[in-house]
């Protein structure tokens, strides 16, 4: 089944530093999510972004489908984008086919 | 109403009690999903339905059983429940099963006691 790691798995920054999280996916896909979960669990679209690059504010997205990764930038970071960060791509995983997730990248932003 | 909503946004409940979580999505989609998702381990899929039908039932426990009444609407009834199933418990739906995004509720946070 298809593979989704995510890198760093946990990061540190002091308000308005810059970030790049980064998505690794072992096999082709035909769509990529990036969502942030809040502190209260909510899970908030952030991306849908199969391919090229996109921009909502201060975050930006980028995947190159045929390299197989995505790159979620964070610029001028702010304490509310405090949690954790997930991509998700379609795929098989123990048979069955599903959203498969990403362990994750925890932002904690610094005031 | 707007996106999908939870209800109720925490439970807590005893191990012979008997409750329901419950799912409306207000998106016009086709798909709808639960997720559980426990302390320090990725999201689970537990079911999937598309347009009522249940398509997926990846192994769960005969304690959870989901109901779909109608495209917009999603239950998770819960009986007998386990410690172990403490866990948040999301809904998700998309406009057909694994087509396009998915968009996700709030959460039902729940602790068995």
């Known amino acids: 089944g298809i593979q989704v790691e995510q890198s760093p798995p946990d990061l540190i920054l002091q308000e308005g530093a810059n970030s790049t999280l980064r998505c690794n996916f072992s096999d082709s896909v035909n769509n990529l999510q990036w969502f942030h979960q809040n502190p209260w669990g909510q899970l908030i679209n952030l991306f849908y972004?199969?391919?090229g690059t996109k921009q909502n504010g201060r975050l930006s997205a980028t995947t190159v489908a045929t390299e197989r990764y995505s790159l979620l930038y964070i610029s001028s970071s702010q304490t509310t984008d405090s949690g954790v960060y997930f991509c998700a791509v379609p795929g098989t995983q123990g048979g069955s086919e599903k959203l498969v997730f990403g362990k994750g990248t925890k932002l904690t932003v610094n005031p | 109403e707007t996106g999908v909503t939870q209800t109720p946004r925490h439970l807590v409940m005893g191990m012979t009690n008997k409750k329901s979580l419950k799912c409306e999505q207000h998106l016009g989609h086709n798909a709808m999903y639960w997720y559980k998702q426990s302390a320090k381990k990725p999201l689970e899929l537990m079911f999937v339905y598309s347009l009522e039908e249940r398509v997926e039932n990846n192994s769960v426990p005969s304690r959870f059983s989901p109901e779909c009444p109608n495209s917009s609407h999603l239950f998770l009834h819960l009986h007998t429940l386990q410690p172990e199933d403490s866990a948040l418990y999301l809904c998700?739906?998309?406009?057909?099963?694994?087509?396009?995004?998915?968009?996700f509720g709030p959460g039902t946070r729940l602790t068995v006691t």
């Open positions: 972004i199969p391919s």
């Open positions: 998700a739906s998309s406009v057909a099963t694994y087509s396009g995004e998915q968009y």
